[in-house]
């Protein structure tokens, strides 16, 4: 019987060995599910971007027809004050309309 004795106090009194595989193997699953996860938020996040950046263009188009437009009935104005409207001087003289550069 001391035998046995002797043994189950060697095992004991020796510290146990755990391995940190598991521990490791846990993070390593964690950091790749959060990681697809930030994947798939990114791709929605694009495709968002892409339809805001096609709105935009269609906004883009539309003011610069609104520009134009503006820039020619100016150009009319300022024509007709030219030609001594007075009803033209008092549109240019109510919203400030200057011509850039020579027509």
Excluded at 91 to 98: D, K, L, N, Q, T
Aim: hydrophobic share 45%; net charge positive; aromatic share 8%.
């Amino acid at each position: 019987m001391s035998t046995q004795t002797q043994d189950s106090s060697i095992t004991s009194a020796r510290p146990a060995f755990y391995s940190p595989f598991w521990a490791l193997f846990g993070v390593f699953v964690t950091l790749t599910v959060l990681q697809g996860v930030y994947l798939i938020e990114d791709y929605r996040e694009h495709s968002r971007i892409r339809a805001a950046a096609t709105e935009a263009k269609r906004q883009l188009a539309q003011a610069q027809v609104i520009t134009k437009t503006a820039e020619e009935v100016g150009k009319d104005l300022l024509a007709l004050a030219a030609a001594k409207s007075p009803e033209a001087d008092k549109i240019i003289a109510e919203f400030s309309i200057r011509m850039k550069g020579k027509p």
